[in-house]
């Protein structure tokens, strides 16, 4: 199918049948006025037949009688024809509206936004922020400008130190570029402080560039300047220096928990259903029939899958699926003893998490006090000696600060 | 002068001034001559621009009337497949074609 022929359709055209004895004489007449006729054939020696659009076949009338010709209609074809066939039904109007209407909505409005490049910053606190500068689902592409969106998101997020967006079709692309993380400092010559990791008391200082300000049996809190990288000197006056070396302080994990004496535990039957759901254009069609749960006790985990329409480019169809266990609650006590030793063991767990590998382990407590008769509190103390030093990028401004200070002075 | 000595005269008619002007222009001739321009494909297809009017219009003969010529194609199933004011398009298994000056 051309491109002619798609056109010709839309347009609509007509078949028709001409008799009569002076036929060249027909279409020369009909060539000279600009009725363009299409598909002429001969059908014996008085009888042709041609395509004409719909204006030419009104034209035609005249040019009929003056060359005595008869002119009838042997089928149409095309969209006029067709609607006028379909004018009384109001649902295929209605549809037709409809479609265009979707058609106009999907293609000028975000349907989905696709976020790279940030690796601590969440991408849901992303969408946040981009939905607060007016980049979210169902914005109309048309008022967004990416270059305002990007100067308030980079003003709007510390963290990010560059920020890309791409508007393609009804899809907005998001590059992110955040800034250097402290622990990523490979150059040795950038300016750099060290910074304290976490609470603790400092116990020994091994510092090989940098001016130390703190002292052993200080107190720092995480955060804290350990070691500046602002050399001051009286001789050569200020200097930076990329600080670097380790600063061991005494620090403490802890954690506590209540566990009561009475509980319930689940007992799983094997028992499992599971139901799925459709997502179509944020309405959903359940494709199960019963709507309660299907057991008395259950656990319930529900997992989306996204289908993108033509090539993920519309991602509004969510195909959810919820699957449930069956258990029977059993009522259970345990003695204080037996809470205790539940208590300290999964604390201890979680904590050896939070524990950097590095950290020298020097002391475990548990303490528990009892709240009333029916539960414990359990809290694991763990004390270690670490390195807590962390480099820090001197901030510019920071540093311009620390120029005024010792000219002033 | 010159470019009159260069050209070979296969005609017998001698070219007309319009003619060496064209010639001299490097200018399409059919535009300045004002000339049909015939596009044959093969001898499925042929288009005939710049004609006047069809003279006759049969399945095994078509005669065209141009400037300066009456063309005259014949064939089998010959069919004018659009006729517009400038263009003619006709196809079919064409046999031959003769240009007849007017009387």
Known sequence: MSVSDILGYIRGYVVIRAEGCFLERFLNICMRRGILLRNVKRRGDTCIDACISIQGFKALRQIAKKTKTRVTIKSRHGLPFFLYRYRKRRPVIVGLVLFAAVLWYLSTHIMGIDIVGNERIPTAEIERGLKAVGLYRGAATGKIEPKSVQNKMMTGFDDIAWIGINIKGSRAYIEVKERIDTKRIEGTDIPCNLVAARDGIIRLLEVKEGQTIVKINDMVEKGDLLVSGAVDSTKDGIRYAHSFGEVYADTRYQKSRTYPLEYTEKLYTGEETKRISLTLFGKEIKLFLNKNAPYEYCDKAESKTEYGIFGGKIPSVFVSRTDFKEYVPEKKTRTLKQAVDLGRKELEAELKKEIPPDAEVKDVEVTYTESGSKAVEVAVKISCTENIAVQSVIDKIENMNYNDINENT | ?103
């Not at chain 2, 399409?28 to 621009?49: H, M, W, Y």
């Not at chain 2, 003279?55 to 065209?64: A, F, G, L, P, S």
């Open chain 2, 1 to 103: 002068m010159k470019n009159r000595k260069k050209q070979p005269q296969k005609d017998i008619q001698k070219p007309t001034i319009r003619e060496r002007v064209a010639d001299s222009l490097d200018a399409s001739k059919e535009v300045i001559l004002d000339f049909a321009r015939l596009e044959f494909i093969g001898n499925r297809e042929v288009t005939v621009e710049n004609y006047k009017s069809i003279v006759e219009y049969t399945e095994k003969q078509i005669i065209v009337e141009t400037n300066p010529h009456r063309i005259k194609i014949q064939g089998a199933e010959l069919e004018i497949k659009s006729i517009a004011r400038e263009i003619l398009y006709i196809t079919g298994k064409i046999s031959s074609v003769e240009f007849k000056l007017e009387v």
